[in-house]
């Protein structure tokens, strides 16, 4: 079975770091980008970043110079170094690979469970 299984959330405090790693494993033939959203407590999910195969990458304003996506393909892994944390960024992190095929007719998105990451401050 296909699955992503993120890990690195935990409590920090405000202005420290953290750093999310996301895995994809399974049967996989393609993948294309990856990405991290994030949702707060009475919020819908949003975009944190995201990056595509080619090393591309798109951020939130709110991520902006704070947060860098990498990838290592080798490893189907994708990661987020999170610094200078705010309680703001309080939220579930949830890592998506978008345009998984796992056979000639399926292609599809697959979502990790979640990485709770709580800024203290």
């Known amino acids: 079975q296909v699955q992503l299984v993120e890990s690195g959330g935990g409590l920090v405090q405000a202005g420290g770091s953290l750093r999310l790693s996301c895995t994809l494993s399974?049967?996989?033939?393609?993948?294309?980008?990856m990405g991290w959203y994030r949702q707060a407590p009475g919020k819908q999910r949003e975009l944190v970043a995201t990056?595509?195969?080619?090393?591309?990458?798109n951020y939130a304003e709110s991520a902006k110079g704070r947060f860098t996506i990498s990838r290592d393909n080798a490893k189907n892994t994708v990661y987020l170094q999170m610094n200078s944390l705010k309680p703001e960024d309080t939220a579930v992190y949830y890592c998506n690979a978008d345009r998984v095929r796992t056979g000639p007719m399926a292609v599809r998105d697959f979502w990790g469970q979640g990485t709770q990451v709580t800024v203290s401050s």
């Open positions: 990056i595509a195969l080619a090393g591309s990458t």
């Open positions: 399974g049967r996989i033939l393609s993948f294309n980008t």
